[in-house]
C-alpha cells in the first residue's frame, strides 16, 4: 500500500484535516499524520486517529523507548503549511519533531508537497521568498493556494483544496516510480488553486 505522511501545522485548515484522511484511505493509501504543537493544538486529534488508524505523532520518541514501525513514506504533504513552517523548512532549521520529519524527507527525495496557508504580510516578505525559491530549487513542489489579507483567512479555512492536493501529491509519487523526467510546472487547473513547480505568487 502506498504511504502519505501528512504534515499539518497550526492554521485554521488543520480542523479540516481529516478530510484528507478520509479520501486518501478511500484511494488507497495508507496516511500517517505528524503534527507540529501547534498544528496539534488545531487539529482533531481524535478524528485524524480514528480516520487514517495511527496515532498522531507530535514528538521525538524518548530515549530507550521502541522505535515507531511507520512504513516509509511515497509521498509527503505538508498542510496548512505555515509561513514559519515554510522558512523553516527552508533553512534547515529542525526544531519540531514534524519539520525533522520533513526534512529528512526532503533529503532523501521523497516527493514532498507544501499547501500553504499564509497572509499577504508574511508571503510578501523577502524571507518567505527567498525560502519558496529555495525549497522549489531541491525539489519540493508547491500548491497555489491564494494568500489572503492579514485577519481573513477563517473563511478560507473550510474551502482549503485537500482533495486537490491529495490527488496531486498522489501523481508526483507515481511520476516518481515512473522514473526521473524534465522538471516542468504542473498544468493550471480551469478554476481554484492550481499545482504548481514554481514560486508562489
Same mark, same amino acid.
Given at each position: ?19 484528507f484522511?478520509?479520501?486518501?484511505r ?13 498544528? /496539534?493544538?488545531? !487539529? %482533531?486529534?481524535? &478524528? =485524524?486517529?480514528?480516520? *487514517? ?9 524518548k ?10 513514506a ?16 527552508? /533553512?534547515?532549521? !529542525? %526544531?519540531?519533531? &514534524? =519539520?525533522?520529519v520533513a *526534512?529528512?524527507?526532503?533529503g ?23 525560502a519558496?525559491t ?20 477563517g473563511p ?20 516518481r ?20 513547480s514554481?514560486?508562489?505568487?
Open positions: 500500500m502506498n504511504v502519505f505522511y501528512l504534515i499539518v501545522c497550526g492554521a485554521g485548515p488543520a480542523m479540516h484535516a481529516v478530510d484522511v478520509e479520501v486518501a478511500s484511494s488507497g493509501w495508507d496516511c500517517h499524520v505528524i503534527a507540529t504543537p501547534s498544528g /496539534a493544538a488545531f !487539529a %482533531d486529534l481524535d &478524528a =485524524l486517529e480514528a480516520a *487514517s488508524g495511527h496515532p498522531v505523532t507530535t514528538q521525538h520518541r530515549p530507550g523507548t521502541p522505535r515507531r514501525d511507520r512504513p516509509k511515497d509521498a509527503v504533504v505538508i498542510a496548512p503549511a505555515t509561513a514559519n513552517t515554510i522558512c523553516k523548512l527552508a /533553512a534547515g532549521i !529542525a %526544531d519540531t519533531y &514534524a =519539520l525533522d *526534512s529528512e524527507c526532503v532523501l527525495g521523497i516527493p514532498t508537497m507544501v499547501v500553504p496557508f499564509a497572509n499577504s504580510a508574511l508571503t510578501g516578505r523577502a524571507p518567505f521568498r527567498r519558496t529555495a525549497l522549489i530549487e531541491e525539489g519540493v513542489s508547491f500548491f497555489e493556494v491564494p494568500e489572503h489579507e492579514p485577519r481573513h483567512g478560507l479555512a473550510e474551502r482549503f483544496p485537500w482533495l486537490p492536493a491529495m490527488t496531486h501529491a498522489a501523481e508526483l509519487a507515481e511520476r516510480r515512473s522514473g526521473p523526467e524534465p522538471a516542468a510546472a504542473a498544468p493550471a487547473a480551469s478554476a481554484g488553486p492550481r499545482p504548481r514554481s514560486r508562489i505568487r
